[in-house]
Nanobody
Framework: QVQLVESGGGLVQPGGSLRLSCTAFGIISSPYTMSWYRQAPGKQRELVAYITNDSSTNYADSVKGRFTVSRDNAKNTVYLQMNSLQSEDTAVYYC??????????WGQGTQVTVSS
């Protein structure tokens, strides 16, 4: 069974940066896509960015130019570099992995708070 473990969240001032990491433990069969979602209080969970097995990426309009998603297949790890953070980025960030041979799995979430 695949388990996702996230890290890197915290409190940061507006304009600051954070880097989230998510490592998948267990047996995963390629190909698979790794994604980051976020959920702010009182709002639905939304897709932030994803990266496919061949490193194609896609971003929500709200984070384009500020966030960068990357992955290390050897480590089964996906990263989310977040720059120029704004208060609107405050949310719990969740990692997801899914593929034709891998059922969708979610991490436990990591809190990101942008505040002065």
């Amino acid at each position: 069974q695949v388990q996702l473990v996230e890290s890197g969240g915290g409190l940061v001032q507006p304009g600051g940066s954070l880097r989230l990491s998510c490592t998948a433990f267990g047996i995963i069969s390629s190909p698979y896509t790794m994604s980051w979602y976020r959920q702010a209080p009182g709002k639905q969970r939304e897709l932030v960015a994803y990266i496919t097995n061949d490193s194609s990426t896609n971003y929500a309009d709200s984070v384009k130019g500020r966030f960068t998603v990357s992955r290390d297949n050897a480590k089964n790890t996906v990263y989310l570099q977040m720059n120029s953070l704004q208060s609107e980025d405050t949310a719990v960030y969740y990692c997801n992995v899914e593929g034709p041979y891998t059922r969708s799995r979610w991490g436990q979430g990591t809190q990101v708070t942008v505040s002065s």
